[in-house]
């Protein structure tokens, strides 16, 4: 019989067991994801018929997590148009030509 299709044995005798490691870039991508829960974004239309978003921030990471995620939300510029400093809450429009009127 040919050794290499035995299964390896550690010093006590016992079957080695193989162990599967998630790439460090994989790693890092599902924290941030993660990470990016802490912020529930809401879509609405402004009272100015723009695009904007409700966000909630129920994380410890408080007030940047809601900032980060008004920008994700409005890939990029946004306004923030309302602050609820008790709810956690920013009520933001999305700014998609560069400018504000």
């Known amino acids: 019989m040919n050794e290499s299709n035995l299964p390896r044995t550690d010093a006590r005798g016992s079957a ?9 870039p994989l790693v890092y991508a599902l924290i941030c994801l993660l990470s990016a829960c802490a912020a529930t974004v809401d879509p609405i239309t402004t009272p100015r018929g723009r ?3 409700v966000v909630t921030c129920d994380s410890p990471q408080g007030w940047p997590a809601c900032y980060r995620a008004a920008e994700e939300a409005c890939e990029g510029r946004y306004r923030v148009i309302d602050r609820s400093e008790r709810a956690k809450r920013l009520v933001t429009e999305c700014d998609r030509h560069g400018r504000y009127e």
Do not use: I, Q, V, Y
């Not at 080695?16 to 460090?24: D, E, K, N, S, V």
């Open 16 to 24: 080695a067991r193989t162990r599967h490691r998630l790439p460090a």
């Open 51 to 53: 695009t904007g978003f």
